[in-house]
Structures are given as structure tokens and as C-alpha cells.
């Protein structure tokens, strides 16, 4: 077994903002790799995202650009441009890697870096597969699943808070970088990947099922509120105001909440009545009324600690409902969470990568915009401490 | 540039259920990688997961089970369980590499595989950080995203629909896995590696700023329906009955659609009544209340194609909202989708992986449970056609 973190000698050039390109900078920078995040001087449209520390530094920046270092050039000064194909092309065996998700900008294509790096790997986020600008809420809002989260009965779109498909094709992009990265030690030859947010939340939807069942039934999934399609699962409410949500995947699951529960018997006399069978997932969802009715004064009940003394030592999947001021409020004893002192933000909770291993490196905090500029140049490209002051002096730098 | 997949000549054996295991061997098996998914005879408890074909197959379980080959074994039988460990020895030199989410099985651990192969890479994929187990929809409960999801003034929780963390973690998964493997071929050195569902959630939770912002304030964010925290972004109803989604995350954005609808003077005045300036995220969010309702009877003024028509050209990212039975009816022209012939299934659409790139591998039919067994016994193992049937009629293999 290795402690060495696992992309050290990994380099990677991120031209990007918001959610998806600068977690896939993250994510490798958090298991090892050199990640340079390079901006327009005074921040890319993401610089002032909220959540804002009362400083005015952004929370939601900070938090995505750990690890990483950061560069700020004038995008308009084709001085500035070739600095970027310079580095490309000094940043070593490891490096000659792209990450972008800034459109309209040729300088910084497949086709220009490949000219200075031949086996440059070059990806491309964009938003829908035609080349159209999309941000997560619009493509969520076009696939499907808003029609079909919330409360029965309720009309309209729900949407995610989450952003689930930056958050995915982020991740896709790390696997993106990786695969081409291994492709290109065996052969010497780069890639030029394009990944779009529509495709991510498409093939995701896909592999789960969605559009197949779409497609055979010609009808949309009903909205069930908190119940899980195909199965049993739903939040209860206990005695003292609190909530709790409860999963049975298994026809074990559902045999020991029915023994936790006290009510074997009920259930048992219920399928014969229905005839119906509890251990398969199809029949516990037809039956999710009935069965969450008969569950439900049990939990109603009982303070939320007799809930949990109840269903210790079961095989039962439950949590009680918390808010994020509870969760940060009990974040002790993860060893993957570590309190670093942010600047602009303050001492705050942040997380290593969840890949957990030996060589795993710390989060360490957020640079501010533009503070490894002369560094980078410096130590990538060889430029004097003169002509980095010239560069600046001139606004090509920031 | 290389025409062929990134991952050829890889290979990993996946003994797991559900959606996060599966979906880390999906991505690999969609980029080139031979991935041998190895189940109990019988299946596992995802085997019968709804939605289900009308045959009873599950259009789940061959969503996720793509591209792969399918092994079925005894797990009980110490015969089995020897042929899972043959199987990692001899898997060649970019194989070794096992994820699972199977826990309490000895023989399919770290330790002991390690013993066969020393330079084995392997990922157990856990439910809690201190191994409980869990599922997406008890650690969404425990988050707080369920608390903040859903129509302002709805009290309780709204859990979401797509299990966001399940494929989160899936795509990690891919991660360390490509990561441990690019280490390996530089050290020989092989890696374990944990990933807790858990640790998933609460890291993408704290690098979007949500742990941070709740230990700042101590407070939590509102339930804000289908705005867009720290800037302005709703849904909108149209004269037709349809409903879009409207995002402006900058200042240019905000500008279009004020421009296109007719109001920017309206707003002009409104930023002086307010001392507000719209292009400031803050100051969108602050009075999207009252920017909505200026924009609404824009929007309810006007059909869907005529709102199309009317911010064509803009910048402004917006969406109608659809079913998934409206996006399988116009999946044309998207290279990433092809139809498939799924046994047990019919012609259905099915993704390849959302990574355009040369040598991207179609999708291809999920296996039927077990159908490659004796091919991948007798290719790996080099077991006879004798020893494979000795071995199906004592039960060890399916």
C-alpha cells in the first residue's frame, strides 16, 4: 500500500467558474494534483456567488477553490492568451492539461492549445450538447424530475436546491481528465473531450431508468411526496416534533421494522387480506398508504430517542431530519472534515476529499484571486521578477 | 489526438447493488474498461428494483448494468468465494481492482485480497463514515437539504427524487479508482481506499458552502420555493398553460432579460426606489419578490413560443419545464443516446457515457444475470468446460 497522495505530479489548468469546472479542479487537487485556477483579473462571474461571509468573501468561492492556486490574467490581451498556451506547454509530462468551461474564447480551444502541446488533453463543459449556455436549474427544469418531487397533490415544478448535475458533471469531468490522462502514458497521444450539463443530467436519467419507463409506458411517474417508487419509504413525525425518515429497500428491512414495531402480526394478517407479499419491493409500494397509516402511531408515539432505541440492532435505514445548523452543530469524529481559518471567511469546517486513504491531503484553504500569479509565472515559465512587474504594470497580469 | 476508448485494458470486478457501485463500474465500462460485475445467484437486492419492464425485468437494474459482463456465484461457498480471489490475481495488470459495497464478507475485504495480490486497488463503498449502513434517502434526511427544498411556507420535509448522492458517490467511486490506478503503474503499489455515501454528501455540501454559511450565521436558509439563492431565478407561467424556468446568475444576464420583456426602464425605477442595483446578485435576491411580479404578466401574457421567440438571441438562460415522457419524444439528433435492443426490456433509448470524445464505446444491453460466468471463468481462470460444469451442478457458480 502507497501513503503518497495519488495524482501527485498531476498538473491541471482550470479556466472556470460556478459549480462544475471548479470541482473538477477540486477534486483532483484534493487528491494530490497541482490545480491552477487562471481568471480575468477581478474575478470570473462566480467571484461574488452567495453565500457571502460578512466580509463580502465568498463563502460558495472559497469552498470550491481549496487546494488549488490562482492566477489572474487580462482575457482580452492576446499577451495574456499566449501566457496561457506558454503554460500549457511548459507545465511538464503531468501537465498539458485543460479544463474549461469558457465558450467564444479560441484562444484557449482544443485547436490553438494543440498547436503549442500536441498531446494537450483539452475539456470542454458546456451546458446543452449544442452548444447553448445552460446552468443546472434550467436543465433540471427541462428533464423532468421537478413535475415529480414535492408533495402529492401539489401542482407545479419543484426544484432542486441542490445542484445536482454541476455537482455530476464535475465529477464527470475528473473522470473525464483521468481516463485521458492514462490514455495518454500509454500512447503519448491527448484527447479532446466535450462534456455538456444537459448530457450529464440525460445519461444519469437514463441509467436510472427514467427514460426507458418513459419510453414503454408513455405516462409519467405520479408524485408521492416523501414514499419511494417501488418500494416502502417515508417520513414519520414522532411525539416530540421531530421526524424521521425510514427505509426499507429489502423484504428484510420491512420484516424488521414490522418486529420493531410491533406489528408482525398486522402486516401479516394485511397481505392475506390483500393479498399481497411485504417482502417484494412492488407490493410494499401499492400499499404504501395502508402500510405508513399502521406505522405511523408508533412513531407519533414516541419521542424521537425511543425511536432510535427502537430500531437499534435492526437492519432498518433510517435518519432523523436535520437541518444544516444541527449537522455542523455534530461534524466531530470525521476524519475527513478538518476546521481550516479561511481568509475573508474565518475558521470554518471543510472537507477533504471523500476518497478516503492514506496520502489523502488536508483541505487547505482558498487562495485569494490572483495571489500565485507571479509565482506560477515564475516558476512555470521562468519569467523574472522584472518582467512579471512589467506584465502587471502593463494590466496584462493581475 | 487517439480514436481509441481511455480505459482499454482495464479491468474491474464490481460485486455490488443499488445505484453507487453500479454506476462506478458503468462510467468505466462506458469509457473502455472490461468490468465484470459479480452477483449471488439469484441477484442481488437491486436485482427486482422498480421500474420494471412489463416482463418483470428491471429497467433499473439494466440501466446500470450496461456495458459490463455478469458473473453469478455462491457467496456462502468457500469455493466461490476462492474463484472471486483467483479472479483478482489473475486479472492482469490494469486489473486488481475491486469495488464493492458488500460489507461483512471477510474474503472480499482489503486484507484479504491483498494477500493474493499485493498490489490490489480496492474501494468499499460504505453508507455512514463509522460503517453503518444507509441509503441516499436517509442521508438527504440528515443533511438539511430536505428542510429547505419545496414551496415556500410547506412545512416538513421534501426529500428529493434523483438519489444525487448515490451518484455522487458512484462518480467518486470512478475517481479513486482511476486515481489509485495511475499511482499503481507509476509505484506498483496497490491502495484501499474507503467512501462513505455520508462523506460524499457532507463534502459536496461543505465545498458549495452550505457547512460553512450555517456555521457562520448560525441560522438556517429559508424555504425560498423556486428561487435561486443569491440571485433571481423562478419559474413562470405562460398564457398556454406551459411553465418556464428563468435563471439570470449575472448582472449581463439580469440586463437581457430586463431588455427583452420591456422592463428595464420599469427597473431603473425600481433600483432608485430601492437604492438597489440589479446587477448586484444580492440585490436580485433580495427583491425577487417584487422583480417576479413586474416579470410575471410578461410571461402570462404570452404562449411558450412566444416567449421563446421573445428572448431568442438573449442571454438569458431559461428552460421549459418538461416530463420525462416530453424528453423521450425529442431525443433526436444526440450523439451521446442511441436505442438499444434490451433483452427482457424492448427498444428503449440508452446513454453512452456523457464524455464525447474518439473512441467512446456505444452502449451496450445489460447482460441476463450470470450469462457470462463460464466465458469469464474459463477465459481468466482458464477453468475447463468440465471443471465449469462440476462447478454449476455443486451450486458454486449460476
Given amino acids: 500500500m502507497s501513503?503518497?497522495?495519488?495524482?501527485?505530479?498531476?498538473?491541471?489548468?482550470?479556466i472556470s467558474s460556478f459549480v462544475a469546472s471548479p470541482l473538477c479542479g477540486l477534486t483532483l487537487a484534493q487528491l494530490g494534483a497541482e490545480v491552477i485556477r487562471i481568471d480575468p483579473i477581478g474575478g470570473a462571474g462566480d467571484q461574488h456567488r452567495w453565500p457571502l461571509a460578512p466580509s463580502g468573501t465568498s463563502i460558495y468561492w472559497t469552498g470550491l477553490n481549496k487546494n488549488k492556486k490562482s492566477v489572474t490574467l487580462n482575457f482580452?490581451?492576446?499577451?495574456?492568451?499566449?501566457?496561457?498556451?506558454?503554460?500549457?506547454?511548459?507545465?511538464?509530462?503531468?501537465?498539458g492539461i485543460v479544463v474549461t468551461n469558457a465558450v467564444g474564447r479560441p484562444w484557449l480551444g482544443y485547436?490553438?492549445?494543440?498547436?503549442?502541446?500536441?498531446?494537450?488533453?483539452?475539456?470542454?463543459?458546456?451546458?446543452?450538447?449544442d452548444g447553448r449556455p445552460a446552468v443546472d436549474y434550467t436543465i433540471n427544469a427541462g428533464l423532468g424530475f421537478p413535475m415529480i418531487?414535492?408533495?402529492?397533490?401539489?401542482?407545479?415544478?419543484?426544484?432542486?436546491?441542490?445542484?445536482?448535475?454541476?455537482?455530476?458533471c464535475g465529477l464527470y469531468a475528473a473522470i473525464g481528465v483521468l481516463s485521458a490522462e492514462r490514455h495518454r502514458r500509454s500512447t503519448g497521444q491527448g484527447r479532446r473531450i466535450t462534456l455538456a450539463l444537459e448530457d450529464v443530467a440525460l445519461a444519469v436519467a437514463g441509467h436510472l431508468?427514467?427514460?426507458?419507463?418513459?419510453?414503454l409506458t408513455g405516462a409519467d411517474r405520479p408524485r408521492i411526496g416523501n414514499h419511494l417508487y417501488g418500494?416502502?419509504?417515508?417520513?414519520?413525525?414522532?411525539?416530540?416534533?421531530?421526524?424521521?425518515?425510514?427505509?426499507?429497500?429489502?423484504?428484510?428491512?420491512?420484516?424488521?421494522?414490522?418486529?420493531?414495531?410491533?406489528?408482525?402480526?398486522?402486516?401479516?394478517?394485511?397481505?392475506?387480506?390483500l393479498g399481497a407479499d411485504f417482502a417484494v419491493d412492488g407490493d410494499r409500494y401499492e400499499h404504501r398508504e395502508v402500510i405508513a397509516s399502521l406505522l405511523a402511531p408508533w412513531f407519533a408515539g414516541?419521542?424521537?430517542?425511543?425511536?432510535?432505541?427502537?430500531?437499534?440492532?435492526?437492519?432498518?435505514?433510517?435518519?432523523?431530519?436535520?437541518?444544516?445548523?444541527?449537522?455542523?452543530?455534530?461534524?466531530?469524529?470525521?476524519?475527513?472534515?478538518?476546521?481550516?481559518?479561511?481568509?475573508?471567511?474565518?475558521?470554518?469546517?471543510?472537507?477533504?476529499?471523500?476518497?478516503?486513504?492514506?496520502?489523502?491531503?488536508?483541505?487547505?484553504?482558498?487562495?485569494?484571486?490572483?495571489?500565485?500569479?507571479?509565482?506560477?509565472?515564475?516558476?512555470?515559465?521562468?519569467?523574472?521578477?522584472?518582467?512579471?512587474?512589467?506584465?502587471?504594470?502593463?494590466?496584462?497580469?493581475?
Same sequence: chains 1, 2.
Fill in 111 to 129: 485547436d490553438q492549445l494543440a498547436k503549442v502541446r500536441p498531446d494537450v488533453i483539452h475539456l470542454q463543459i458546456l451546458g446543452h450538447h
Fill in 231 to 273: 418500494g416502502f419509504a417515508r417520513d414519520f413525525a414522532t411525539a416530540d416534533g421531530k421526524r424521521v425518515m425510514v427505509a426499507t429497500v429489502t423484504g428484510r428491512h420491512f420484516a424488521d421494522l414490522a418486529a420493531a414495531t410491533g406489528l408482525a402480526g398486522a402486516f401479516a394478517e394485511l397481505e392475506r387480506l
Fill in 76 to 95: 482580452r490581451d492576446p499577451e495574456a492568451q499566449r501566457l496561457v498556451a506558454d503554460l500549457v506547454a511548459a507545465s511538464g509530462p503531468g501537465g
Fill in 149 to 168: 418531487t414535492g408533495p402529492e397533490g401539489h401542482l407545479g415544478p419543484v426544484n432542486h436546491v441542490l445542484p445536482a448535475w454541476d455537482v455530476a
Fill in 302 to 398: 414516541r419521542d424521537l430517542a425511543d425511536v432510535a432505541q427502537g430500531l437499534a440492532g435492526t437492519s432498518v435505514l433510517w435518519s432523523p431530519y436535520r437541518q444544516f445548523t444541527d449537522v455542523v452543530a455534530d461534524l466531530a469524529g470525521n476524519s475527513m472534515l478538518h476546521e481550516i481559518d479561511q481568509p475573508g471567511v474565518g475558521t470554518v469546517p471543510a472537507a477533504a476529499s471523500p476518497l478516503e486513504q492514506d496520502g489523502r491531503p488536508e483541505p487547505s484553504p482558498a487562495s485569494r484571486l490572483g495571489a500565485d500569479t507571479a509565482e506560477v509565472l515564475a516558476g512555470l515559465l521562468g519569467l523574472s521578477a522584472t518582467r512579471i512587474r512589467d506584465l502587471t504594470e502593463h494590466g496584462v497580469i493581475g
Fill in 3 to 14: 501513503d503518497a497522495a495519488p495524482l501527485d505530479g498531476l498538473r491541471v489548468l482550470e
Fill in 209 to 215: 431508468g427514467f427514460l426507458a419507463e418513459a419510453r
